[in-house]
T-cell receptor, first 114, second 112 residues
Framework: EAQVTQNPRYLITVTGKKLTVTCSQNMNHEYMSWYRQDPGLGLRQIYYSMNVEVTDKGDVPEGYKVSRKEKRNFPLILESPSPNQTSLYFC?????????????FGPGTRLTVL | EDQVTQSPEALRLQEGESSSLNCSYTVSGLRGLFWYRQDPGKGPEFLFTLYSAGEEKEKERLKATLTKKESFLHITAPKPEDSATYLCAVQAPTGGSYIPTFGRGTSLIVHP
């Protein structure tokens, strides 16, 4: 089954404790991205990757890091989480060609930073 | 700055009562406009991509249309299972970057 998986699905942590949210897709997609979704603000892109070793900032990259060492994986790293990073996070991937057309989204990771 | 405004914020319909959702956009050139459906606690699910004014796409009870300033998602004879939040997003050709701008969504509830 074609899918995007994220782990963990739920995470409660404390300020400053480094964490990683994993994202994996099994569709051989070149384009992958991370979003956060906050009430009243909609989905906002954090980072995206056009292919292995190619990443770029989205609209709200501050406080986040990403890496793309393999085509299927695109982890999101919070080196020193803060309460304002409490949000619902989605990973997405799309067809080869490196566009945002027809993005497939993961199930989401709900992060709470205390 | 690219902007996307969706209206109404919330919509309640009776089963079978057709209606339309609106997505107004302001971009410097449009590369594509996307519609997604999002169920509570789940990731958005892709519905349509529209590329140029006059284009229309259909899927079951849904039909998306596009003009130079807005897009409509028409829902014909909706059923309770059509209840969800519908998201609109646009992408402009911004020098090689691919950062879509999403609207805040329209929450649709269809009563049996």
């Amino acid at each position: 089954e074609a899918q995007v998986t994220q782990n963990p699905r739920y995470l409660i942590t404390v300020t400053g404790k480094k964490l990683t949210v994993t994202c994996s897709q099994n569709m051989n997609h070149e384009y992958m991205s991370w979003y956060r979704q906050d009430p009243g603000l909609g989905l906002r892109q954090i980072y995206y990757s056009m292919n292995v070793e190619v990443t770029d900032k989205g609209d709200v990259p501050e406080g986040y890091k990403v890496s793309r060492k393999e085509k299927r994986n695109f982890p999101l790293i919070l080196e020193s989480p803060s309460p304002n990073q409490t949000s619902l996070y989605f990973c997405a991937s799309s067809f080869p060609g490196g566009t945002t057309d027809t993005q497939y989204f993961g199930p989401g990771t709900r992060l709470t930073v205390l | 700055e690219d902007q996307v405004t969706q209206s109404p914020e919330a919509l309640r319909l009776q089963e079978g009562e057709s209606s339309s959702l609106n997505c107004s956009y302001t971009v410097s050139g449009l590369r594509g406009l996307f519609w997604y459906r999002q169920d509570p606690g789940k990731g958005p699910e892709f519905l349509f991509t529209l590329y140029s004014a006059g284009e229309e796409k259909e899927k079951e009870r849904l039909k998306a249309t596009l003009t130079k300033k807005e897009s409509f998602l028409h829902i014909t004879a909706p059923k309770p299972e059509d209840s969800a939040t519908y998201l609109c997003a646009v992408q402009a050709p911004t020098g090689g970057s691919y950062i879509p701008t999403f609207g805040r969504g329209t929450s649709l509830i269809v009563h049996p």
